[in-house]
């Protein structure tokens, strides 16, 4: 059976990569954790490592392409002769007078499940407006509940410009749409006293000899541990049923110039406190510099975010697709120190968050 190898996302900001650069090609013998090809945003390059040890059976992009991540980029076979549900699909999608189509109509035709040779194409090649015309003389408009659309926005009666958006942009956009339309978000915060959490930091950083204050690891750690006590913080709803994450995935922002990246330290409930402490200094080290992995930018299941540095009084996040909770940590400039969550209502309930919040205001106690 085929395997497909998606494209990676960079940052959480990113909804289309370039891809740079084909190390393999069709016919090719991989192994798993090769490099066959590389992707970019602006800021940062990465490498597409195969998933598994297979033959190349079909490249969908070629250099200098710009490509949507999470699309299919290349199909992996046990042998050469794997068939390919992608092509498959490919050699079907031809429409109504030998028009092909775009990827994001061909993207748009899957989720509504609809044949490209049904649907009559305005121009050389089938488009979005081509398919959402044929929709609307059907009477169907109506979008898969796992496929939010964008609400249509009139321009202001206020004299501007069109301004396209960049990727990044473009990702953002995607993160607070799934909030808008999936989740159904609420806030609670509460103040407290810092004056526990930096005595701890400061006794912490001494005993490990750490270079860098690790207060808000530390508030991250406890939060990994809060997630592992109870399972609704570490959830979210498919369906009618509530998704509970085997393991905690610490996803946590970091502000590299103009791009916003949720840094993701995979399986933090098993590295213990100081090897969480060094793993997430390191992501945030590399963040900055716009050196991340595809894996440390993807599968958040719980988020923590921190804008002390800005000395806001408040700050209320957005919460990543597929989360239910993203703390907000910051301590204003008159040095009120401020824990906020934003979360999920379908998951868990106001008691849930402020009971979390309150045990995430001082250090659990070690033996």
């Known amino acids: 059976m085929a395997e497909a190898l998606y494209v990676p996302r960079i940052n959480n900001n990113d909804d289309e990569v370039k891809l740079v650069s084909l190390q393999v090609a069709v016919g090719d013998l991989v192994s798993k ?12 390059v990465v490498d597409v490592e195969a998933s598994a040890d ?9 250099v200098d392409d710009v490509v949507t991540v999470g699309a299919v ?18 050699k079907n999608s031809v429409a109504a007078g030998g028009s092909t189509p775009t990827a994001k109509a061909r993207a748009l035709l899957n989720a509504h499940g609809l044949d490209a040779a049904m649907v009559p194409a305005s121009g050389d090649r089938l488009s979005v407006a081509d398919i959402e015309r044929y929709m609307a003389a059907k009477g169907n408009l109506s979008k898969p509940a796992d496929q939010p659309t964008l609400r249509s926005e009139s321009l202001p009666d206020v004299a501007g410009e069109l301004i396209s958006l960049k990727s990044e942009d473009r990702g953002m956009l995607s993160t607070v749409t799934w909030h808008r339309d999936v989740a159904v978000p609420g806030y609670i915060e509460i103040t407290y006293d810092p004056a526990l ?5 400061q006794e ?21 541990e809060l997630a592992r006590e109870n399972a609704r913080l570490n959830a979210t709803i498919v369906g009618t049923k509530r998704y509970e994450y085997k393991d905690v995935n610490l996803g946590s922002t970091v502000q590299a110039g103009d ?7 995979r399986d933090a409930n098993h590295l213990g406190e100081l090897g969480f402490v060094n793993a997430m200094v390191d992501l945030q080290r590399r963040a900055a510099s716009h050196n991340l992995g595809p894996k440390e930018t993807q599968g958040t299941t719980v988020g ?17 697709p597929n989360t239910s909770l993203m703390v907000a940590h910051t301590v204003g400039a008159d040095g009120v120190a401020v824990l906020g969550a934003t979360y999920d209502h379908r998951v868990m309930n106001g008691s849930d968050v402020a ?9 659990a106690k070690r033996d």
């Open 355 to 363: 009971s979390t919040l309150r045990k995430l205001s001082k250090p």
């Open 204 to 224: 912490f950083g001494t005993r490990h000899n750490l270079m860098l204050g690790p207060l808000l690891p530390l508030m991250a750690w406890r939060l990994v």
């Open 73 to 90: 980029l290349i199909w992996l076979g046990k042998t050469k002769d794997d068939a390919i549900p992608e092509l498959k699909v490919a």
């Open 197 to 201: 959490w930096d005595a701890y930091a």
């Open 33 to 44: 954790g090769q490099v066959v090809a590389q992707v970019e945003t602006d800021k940062a």
């Open 54 to 62: 297979g033959f190349v059976l079909a490249i969908l992009g070629d």
């Open 304 to 320: 923590f975010s921190s804008m002390a540095r800005w000395k806001v009084a408040r700050h209320i996040p957005i919460l990543s």
């Open 259 to 265: 791009v916003l990246y949720l840094a993701v330290v």
